[in-house]
């Protein structure tokens, strides 16, 4: 059904309105269970990602992608922060290992309205090492420790870590146990695992999220270890019921690649996993609900160009009929300047059986 279609037909217009009325909840997160939450993707989960997801469900968390302290210090605070308040609830995450400077990034994120600051002590890239923040730091837990302390006495949203099981050789779990007994007694009551450990020479950033092998079992021994925390999995997770049979061992999942790719996985999130009783929303909603942002941006005259929002729904008819037409005719147009949303409306058409 065209956009024009399901802005007509009474049934979706009242999905509609309902949706544009509904105004999410700021979690508690150190109190709310949060089953679900999207992974912080650098170039990937900007504030049009976000928005976009937030379409899809209205409950799951959503992450920024890392800004490290220099760039949000020293880069404009505006140009990393400012976002939608309809993406809440979202999380910001910081990338550093300067206690007083991660202290005071993390108070800007509360006074923009973020639900919660996280540290980044997973991404294995040479760039991240050399600015000594990352999995690097996992080789010091007391730092660690210090830089979540700091952060916890500045703001009063929840800090929380993003972490492997271990780096290079530091694998074993016994140096895992240590590093999260030493950084929870700091004020870390959750912590987002990557169920895979880092090397941190030999392997590009893209071979660590591939290559070193998946250990679930790791992070659902962390939980029985430390019943008191929040223990969230991350890593290789690809559909609703992978994440069901998690949340059996764990308090939460993060999904990252998979969201990104075939996001329409988001639909039926809030059904599935929060319980809630309304219906998911079709592709055709999301779109005419996305048309007005479109609009919005394009006549702003802020820099935002078609395709940087756009890029961000390529997948969101993965799998369906005319999927393939709709992702060449955006890629192929909508860089082009002066570009509108009638490029969107276009490329639906392709989707119409």
């Given amino acids: 059904m065209a956009v024009s279609q399901a802005l007509k037909t009474p049934n979706n217009r009242v999905m509609l309105n309902r949706l544009e009325s509904f105004t999410p909840k700021r979690l508690s997160i ?13 170039d990937w989960t900007d504030t049009h990602c976000r928005f976009f997801h937030r379409l899809l469900s209205k409950q799951c968390l959503l992450y920024s992608e890392m800004v490290t302290t220099g760039a949000l210090l020293h880069g404009g605070s505006d140009r990393f922060l400012k976002f939608n308040g309809e993406e809440n609830p979202v999380a910001f995450q910081l990338g550093g290992s300067n206690p007083h400077d991660l202290a005071a990034c993390a108070k800007m994120v509360e006074n923009y309205g973020y639900d919660e600051v996280n540290l980044n002590v997973g ?45 290079d050789d530091r694998d074993s779990y016994e140096e895992l146990v240590h590093f999260i007994d030493t950084v929870a007694e700091a004020g870390c009551d959750t912590f987002i695992v990557h169920a895979r450990k880092a090397w941190l020479s030999g392997l590009s950033p893209k071979q660590n999220r591939d290559v070193p092998p998946l250990r679930y079992d790791v992070v659902y021994q962390l939980k029985k270890d430390f019943p008191q925390l929040n223990i969230i999995i991350n890593g290789g997770i690809t559909t609703l019921e992978q994440t069901e049979t998690m949340l059996e061992h764990v308090d939460g999942v993060m999904v990252g690649r998979e969201v990104y790719q075939n996001p329409y996985l988001l639909a039926e999130v809030d059904q599935q996993l929060y319980g809630a009783d309304y219906s998911p929303v079709s592709r055709q909603q999301v779109i005419a609900l996305l048309i007005p942002y479109i609009q919005q941006h394009l006549a702003a005259n802020n820099g935002v160009r078609l395709n940087s929002i756009t890029r961000h729904i390529l ?29 969107v409306l276009e490329a639906l058409k392709f989707t119409q059986q």
């Fill in 123 to 167: 991404c294995p890239s040479d760039r991240v090492q050399n600015g000594r923040f990352g999995a690097c730091l996992m080789a010091e837990p007391e730092l660690v420790a210090d830089c979540v302390a700091a952060m916890n006495q500045a703001v009063s949203i929840p800090v929380t870590v993003k972490s492997r099981i271990g780096i």
């Fill in 315 to 343: 997948g969101l008819f993965h799998g369906e009929y005319g999927a393939r037409l709709w992702r060449r005719h955006l890629s192929e147009n909508a860089c082009r300047a002066g570009a509108t949303e009638q490029v």
């Fill in 30 to 42: 150190a109190s709310s269970p949060r089953p679900f939450s999207v992974a912080p993707m650098l």
